[in-house]
């Protein structure tokens, strides 16, 4: 088959070159054009100047992949996309966007007759090499027209249809807020294993746990990686972690639907903490224990 792929960053880029690879024809596009040529140069893609160029190269129905950093960059592309393209072509908009956005863009790309289909993308940079997990929302037929380019893409059985529109960026939202979770509870676990006193080997101790242990994990490979990476201290790594959404569309979506999600919660407050060189309101309890109960304060 063949698909445009709009964005070539560290996921797009290596999403085109699975799919070169698997033998689908790749019509390609980057704002930076020297990464489009050394795709085309390298690995047979077609390289395109501009978004029209890319519409005019496809052959209809057309199959157009955006993979750009979430917010106003995404709404542009897809604003221009659905302007460009003709009735009967799928756009698949496969960043991180929050789900409300994904289902206002399908009905926008619907009174053009487009067919939108919104993919939560899973498997970072190991997805060129382990495939990728895909969540697929939108118009069921739209998704089985596009299966081969899915399965492509995708780990064995790494790609499902799992819903009306905004269902497939609703899904990458939930996985990505368990991801806040889960990392959290290993960075304290690990912690609280080097406050120990025991000099533990935090590499190795992340290798023996997934040696049959309950908690094993993918995440604790790459724990492992780091370590050895960076060191049993990670000592040039700074504890500041940044986020890009999902942790607080998760939170708005457990207010709304009164569903208690301490855990993702705290996990997306306590990055906002990591970020801080120092923390007003503790200055502010600091202060107050000083006037309530005379405590000593810290200064400087
Ligand atoms: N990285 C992950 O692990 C991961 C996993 C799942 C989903 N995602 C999602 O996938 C999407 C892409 O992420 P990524 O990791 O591939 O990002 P990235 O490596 O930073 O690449 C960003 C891409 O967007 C382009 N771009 C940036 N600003 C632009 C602008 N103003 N106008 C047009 N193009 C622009 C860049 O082009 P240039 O080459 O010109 O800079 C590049 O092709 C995001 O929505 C992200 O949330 C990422």
Request: with cysteine; net charge neutral; glycine share 12%.
């Amino acid at each position: 088959m063949e698909l445009g792929m709009i964005g070539l960053g560290k996921m797009g880029g290596r999403m085109a070159l699975r799919l070169l690879d698997a033998g689908h024809r790749v019509v390609a596009w980057n704002r930076t054009f020297a990464v489009t040529e050394k795709l085309a140069r390298e690995h047979h893609a077609i390289a395109t100047r501009s978004l029209e160029e890319v519409v005019a190269t496809l052959t209809a129905p057309r199959i157009v992949w955006t993979m750009l950093p979430v917010g106003d960059v995404t709404e542009k592309a897809v604003s221009d996309l659905i302007a460009l393209l003709a009735p009967g072509d799928i756009l698949i908009e496969g960043g991180n966007a929050d789900y409300r956005d994904s289902i206002r863009r399908a009905q926008k790309a619907f009174t053009r007759g487009v067919h939108f289909l919104d993919c939560g993308t899973s498997g970072g940079i190991w997805g060129l090499t382990q495939g990728y997990c895909l969540m697929v929302g939108g118009d069921k037929r739209a998704y089985d027209y596009c299966a081969p380019l899915f399965e492509s893409l995708a780990a064995p059985d790494g790609c499902a249809y799992v819903g009306t529109s905004g269902a497939g960026h609703f899904v990458k939202m939930a996985h990505n807020g368990a991801l806040y979770g889960v990392l959290e509870a290993y960075g304290e676990g690990f912690e609280i294993l080097k406050a120990s006193g025991y000099a533990y080997d935090l590499r190795a101790l992340s290798e023996l746990w997934n040696r049959g242990s309950v908690v094993r994990s993918w995440v604790l490979e790459l724990a492992a990686r780091a370590f050895a990476a960076e060191g049993n201290d990670l000592q040039n790594v700074r504890g500041y972690v940044d986020d890009t959404g999902e942790g607080r569309w998760m939170t708005q979506q457990a207010l709304e639907t009164n569903v208690p999600a301490p855990v993702i919660t705290l996990a997306l407050m306590t990055r906002f903490a990591s970020r801080q060189d120092k923390s007003f309101a503790a200055q502010v309890i600091a202060a107050l224990r000083q006037q309530f109960g005379g405590h000593a304060v810290r200064r400087g």
